[in-house]
């Protein structure tokens, strides 16, 4: 098995929400990611796109490029129309050694919306769900081919965020359509991570890691809250410092031989929770839960 820690700069820098770390330096968040210890992060909003200019920056702060969240929209244009809108993407990634595409389905998402509460996600009917799985898989054949793992992101507020969503989307898709297997969203959304992983394990392609404050959840959940209410408020932090188990995820991950990114990515407000200080709690919290799970 050979795992690598990674961090998403959302908690330096939140592309949802501008106003969260909008005027932290790009360098300064490159900095403390290496310092910590990470071995790479994801794409984040304000790194730039000219993959020479990536590679000098990140290759500046001894850091690999993990990936990088693609919004899809395949409930709106087939496969083919996909394909086409995310080469540039693609081509960045491809250019900078990575070797996963995040994908999330966010046509008719409710996550980025402040006016609609959480309890606002939308459904598919359940005629849909073969269509939508015939395009996701086309897409996920087309970026294996091009030799990245196509790693789907369920979360909150999307079409695909409880368990039997989960099922569906699995059910309806080939095996090239991988998932980003995300503590956090799998919490609050009522999936079990370990029952994923063992009835899936060749599905699992990539990794976040983030805790939760049940309490703050079950509080915005109850004031009818939007998303990025609950993310405002804390429902999400690093692990180490909510309610979840991390040497059982990370035994799991290990009874598979889990090969890839393990990404600390935990939505705050930098204002409220300094994000070096719980960068470091989080990978500290990681590589010892994968030390005694025997994960590296």
């Known amino acids: 098995m050979s795992i690598r820690f990674g961090v998403s700069p959302i908690a330096w820098s939140n592309d949802d929400m501008p106003e969260l770390g909008g005027d932290t330096p790009l360098d300064d968040i490159l900095r403390d990611a290496h310092e910590v210890g990470f071995q790479g992060i994801e794409l984040g909003g304000r ?84 269509q939508f799985g015939e395009r996701l898989t086309r897409v996920a054949d087309h970026v294996a081919a091009r030799g990245l793992r196509f790693a789907y992101h369920h979360h909150l507020g999307t079409v695909v965020e409880d368990a039997a969503e989960l099922q569906r989307f699995i059910d309806n898709t080939g095996p090239s359509v991988g998932l980003t297997l995300d503590s956090g969203h799998a919490a609050l959304g009522g999936i079990d991570p370990l029952q994923v992983i063992s009835d899936h394990p060749g599905r699992i392609a990539h990794v976040h890691c983030k805790d939760v404050r049940s309490a703050v959840f079950a509080h915005a959940a109850e004031h009818h809250d939007s998303f990025l209410d609950g993310v405002l408020a804390g429902m999400f932090t690093v692990p180490g410092d909510g309610n979840l ?48 799970a025997g994960l590296q």
């Open 47 to 130: 790194f730039p796109r000219d993959p020479a200019a990536l590679r000098a920056l990140l290759a500046r702060h001894e850091l690999d490029l993990v990936g990088g969240w693609y919004s899809g929209a395949l409930l709106a244009h087939d496969a083919d129309a996909e394909i086409a809108a995310l080469q540039e993407h693609l081509s960045l990634l491809e250019a900078l050694g990575s070797k996963v595409f995040v994908f999330a389905e966010v046509h008719r998402s409710v996550h980025g919306n402040r006016t609609i509460p959480m309890s606002g996600t939308p459904h598919l009917q359940a005629d849909a769900w073969q």
């Open 245 to 292: 188990d991390f040497d059982a995820l990370m035994g799991g991950l290990a009874a598979i031989g889990y090969d890839g990114w393990i990404v600390v990515e935990a939505e705050q407000d930098p204002a409220k929770a300094d994000p070096r200080t719980y960068a470091a709690l989080g990978l500290e919290t990681l590589r010892a839960a994968a030390t005694r």
